[in-house]
């Protein structure tokens, strides 16, 4: 039987298959000698056995990220306030570029659009996907749930951006700080771990925890402007090769940013995380 594994806990997968059962799993012992960890996401083959489960093949992955560890996500939904709090644009910034290196599609969503409308956040970011939402007056909620119909979508938020009051919506569920808690007949089931939920419209959604610790610095900094789409598009058009965009002449970015082809802060951002990179000796990144 195939399936996806939604969640793990204590070296115990469990695998959903498409007759809409769960069953427990163990890893094969190969995956060890061959330093393979199933990740939650991951499609696999299992064989039930006597009444116990085993994990016998793990599809390629399309993408992984590392914390959390899970692996073919679609769409990295980042979420942040229109106010209260205001918006970290250099940590979006930071996401977004995350998002680019491992290559999932990135989606800004923008909540609390009750308290304050914010229009300039998509003339910054025009390059991506930009939805307004309001968990408070439930609006925008449909138009959120298209977009990752039929796709495994992460969401990523700092704390107090309303991120689990969306979840709630969108997966007719109870979710609490640090958790997740999903309604069953039973009552409230609690859970510690990363879990993928399954939509009623057809995809899977997962809280990613930790938004401020994905890391960009597998990449070297002359590559970071390749995950700047607005950069990317006229990194070639500068005068010297190899131009960093920051102090060369003629260079073809601070053109762009003369004429508002990329935003302010966008730039900012760029230069700060070139200037870290810059600072990551080679080595630390073998």
């Known amino acids: 039987m195939n399936g996806i594994i939604i969640k793990g806990i ?74 209260s709090p205001d918006p970290n644009l250099f940590l979006l910034d930071k996401m977004l570029v995350n998002a680019e290196i491992n290559g999932i599609e990135p989606m800004i969503c923008i909540n609390k659009t009750d308290l304050v409308q914010r229009a300039d956040l998509e003339e910054i970011y025009k390059c991506y996907t930009v939805i307004y939402v309001s968990a408070e007056k439930r609006e925008g909620i449909d138009k959120l749930s298209s977009l990752i119909k039929d796709r495994v979508s992460a969401f990523a938020g700092l704390s107090g951006v309303g991120k689990s009051s969306l979840l709630n919506l969108i997966t007719d569920s109870e979710m609490e700080t640090g958790s997740v808690s999903k309604k069953i007949n039973r009552g409230r089931h609690t859970t510690r771990h990363v879990e993928l939920m399954e939509l009623s419209t057809g995809g899977f959604v997962l809280d990613t925890p930790g938004f401020s610790s994905l890391e960009i610095d597998s990449i070297k900094a002359d590559e970071l402007q390749n995950y700047f789409p607005e950069m990317a598009e006229v990194k070639n058009d500068c005068r010297f090769r190899g131009c960093s965009h920051i102090n060369e002449p003629d260079c073809a970015v601070k053109r762009l940013l003369n004429s508002k082809g990329i935003a302010q802060s966008r730039y900012e951002s760029y230069k700060e995380l070139y200037n870290t990179l810059k600072q990551i000796k080679e080595w630390e990144k073998k």
Do not use: W
């Open 10 to 83: 204590g070296g115990f997968y469990y695998v959903k298959t498409a007759d809409d059962n769960i069953y427990e799993c163990k890893a094969r012992g190969i995956f060890r000698k061959e330093h393979i960890m199933p990740m939650i996401g991951d499609r696999v083959s299992i064989d039930i056995s006597g009444g116990k489960g085993s994990i016998t093949e793990i599809s390629p992955r399309t993408t992984q990220l590392v914390r959390p560890p899970v692996a073919n996500i679609d769409t990295l939904v980042l979420v942040v306030a229109a106010a």
